[in-house]
């Protein structure tokens, strides 16, 4: 009978032993407690307390944690607004007074959880509150650091801190979001029908300009070449005054009369007529008395060419 006594004794003094030994996992602290009091903190590895008086009331996991949010808001002109957001938090650090908060702040996880979404749907519900509809959508960055600005000092007094908060998805009623693609649709149209209209413009714009430097440049050339052509012609003139100016004095040297000269100017003027003519008529005054006449006014012009100061 001792002897059973004895094993018993053993065993239960091998329990308690074996149960002085406490293992914490990697990246979780744990809170002892004394008869519900709190003692101390358990960091990871193999730990020992003390059996049957020190109790591990609460593992903590410091590492990062992630959760869903759906909820609704609604703007300053009325618009629900339905926002998907993913919230990431983690223990603020593994200091023993953040672990106390951490473990005594909030009866249990599910409590801190549910205080931890309605602060942050409160907050974007407040600032969304005094803006538009309009707007909402380009506030997703300024919406999360107003969130943060507004709840990180709680969540320190809690021991925790918000890593970051995402907005996943915002949408409007079905009625707004069609009149939200409406009005992009005809924003598009009219940026298109802008972007045409300036195309054209520089199309007629371009042409025209090419039309006027088409015209200077066929002006320009016209009047140089009326330029050259009088110039061909004041050349002409001036080289048959001379011959015929030439012919005269040589005549007169010789005693011989002038007005050969007036006749064979008519009939090489009259060969010139048929030879290059092209088949035009041309009427000539071929009497006695229209020779005459005409050689009367030839001589006249001859006299004016020698004598151009009378």
């Known amino acids: 009978m001792p002897n059973y006594i004895n094993y018993i004794w053993m065993g ?96 249990d996880e599910r409590n801190f959880m549910q205080a931890l979404i309605r602060t942050i749907e409160g907050s974007i519900r407040g600032f969304v509150a005094i803006k538009k509809q309009s707007e909402v959508l380009g506030l997703r960055k300024d919406i999360t650091e107003h969130v943060k600005d507004q709840i ?8 925790y801190h918000l890593q970051d908060l995402q907005l996943n998805d915002i949408t409007f009623d079905e009625a707004i979001m ?31 300009e090419a039309d006027g430097n088409a015209t200077k440049i066929a002006a320009t050339a016209e009047k140089e070449a009326a330029q050259l052509r009088g110039q061909g012609v004041a050349l002409f003139r001036q080289e048959v005054a001379k011959g015929m100016s030439e012919a005269a004095k040589e005549m007169e040297q010789a005693n011989m ?42 001589m006249g012009m001859n006299q004016l060419m020698q004598n151009p100061k009378k």
Do not use: C, H
């Open 152 to 159: 990180d000092q709680g969540l320190e007094q809690w021991g």
């Open 178 to 208: 069609k009149s939200m693609s409406q009005v992009v649709a005809s924003n598009n149209l009219k940026a298109a029908a802008e972007n045409e209209g300036q195309a054209l413009l520089i199309t007629k714009t371009k042409a025209a």
């Open 257 to 298: 009369d002038t007005s050969v000269i007036l006749f064979s100017m008519w009939t090489e003027a009259i060969k010139n007529f048929a030879e290059y003519g092209k088949g035009n008529i041309i009427f000539l005054d071929g009497s006695a008395d229209g020779m005459q006449q005409t050689m009367k006014q030839m």
């Open 12 to 107: 239960l003094g091998a329990i308690v032993l074996l149960s002085s030994f406490v293992t914490v996992n990697q990246g979780t602290i744990a809170v002892i407690t004394i008869f519900g009091k709190y003692r101390r903190i358990l960091t990871p590895g193999l730990n020992f307390k003390v059996p049957l008086i020190e109790k591990i009331y609460k593992r903590i996991s410091i590492q990062n944690r992630s959760v869903e949010l759906e909820f609704q808001a609604i703007t300053i002109d009325q618009a629900n607004v339905y926002f998907k957001a993913m919230l990431l938090y983690s223990v603020l650090d593994q200091q023993e007074k953040t672990i106390q908060n951490v473990a005594f702040k909030f009866v």
